[in-house]
């Protein structure tokens, strides 16, 4: 049986914020990258796969500074990453911190694209420094395959509204939102977004329940006796 709170939640969510309209992308002849839909050619593609690298353990806000310095250096592409030196790579995308490590792995990246790796989790995968949570942005984001991509924003919530639990693994996860959810690219790519918003404004790691505008579906908050108005159905 479907769980229809999980597109209650979603309604919601869009209701409030609108559409996010992620992952950000540089517009041709522009530096910085900025919301326009997503993707729509190969360079871009490239630019997702490599933010997704850029932003593990840090703020978008780090990640995109690093974008616009490889963008300023004419170097956001699989062949300019390959043939640039390595230090040169870490300096230029130090505001994401972990550059040495990052500029590895966006090397390791370069190399995939430029061979014409299988677009593919499993391929994905394969590559050092990409774990389920790399990939499945690279695979939703870039190339627009419907894999639901899970993190730590997501955990909290969800967590919270006692509909993951939190000893789910990455893919126990996933699954309860492939379950519960129509198979769709633009859904997934909306809902993700979306729960990061509300993560950033309402369901913080200290919680700001006032806040919230999923108080009232929400275990966390109705532990304190509240009712529910997100009744579970279907």
């Not at 703020?59 to 690093?66: I, K, L, P």
């Not at 924003?153 to 990455?170: H, I, K, N, Q, W």
Request: aromatic share 10%; with cysteine; hydrophobic share 40%.
């Amino acid at each position: 049986m479907i769980d229809t709170r999980y597109m209650r939640i979603y309604e919601r969510l869009l209701g409030a914020y609108g559409p996010r309209g992620w992952w950000p992308v540089t517009p041709p002849g522009e530096t910085v990258p900025r919301y326009t839909g997503g993707p729509r050619t190969p360079r871009q593609r490239f630019e997702v796969a490599a933010g997704a690298v850029l932003t593990q353990n840090t703020a978008w806000a780090n990640a995109s500074r690093a974008i616009e310095r490889l963008n300023t250096l004419g170097a956001m592409s699989p062949a300019a990453i390959r043939d640039m030196d390595e230090r040169a790579l870490a300096e230029a995308i130090r505001p994401a911190g972990y550059y040495n490590q990052k500029a590895k792995r966006l090397k390791i990246l370069a190399a995939f694209f430029l061979e014409g790796g299988k677009r593919s989790r499993a391929a994905l995968l394969a590559l050092h420094g990409v774990g389920p949570e790399t990939a499945d942005s690279i695979l939703l984001y870039a190339w627009n395959i419907p894999v639901f991509v899970i993190d730590a924003y997501t955990r909290r919530m969800f967590g919270r509204l006692g509909l993951v639990p939190e000893s789910a693994d990455y893919d126990e996860a996933q699954a309860a939102f492939a379950g519960n959810l129509p198979r769709s690219a633009g859904l997934y790519r909306e809902y993700h977004a979306l729960i990061v918003e509300h993560g950033k404004r309402a369901c913080k790691k200290v919680p700001v329940c006032k806040k919230c505008l999923l108080k009232t579906a929400c275990a966390l908050y109705l532990s304190s006796g509240k009712r529910t108005s997100i009744a579970r159905s279907g």
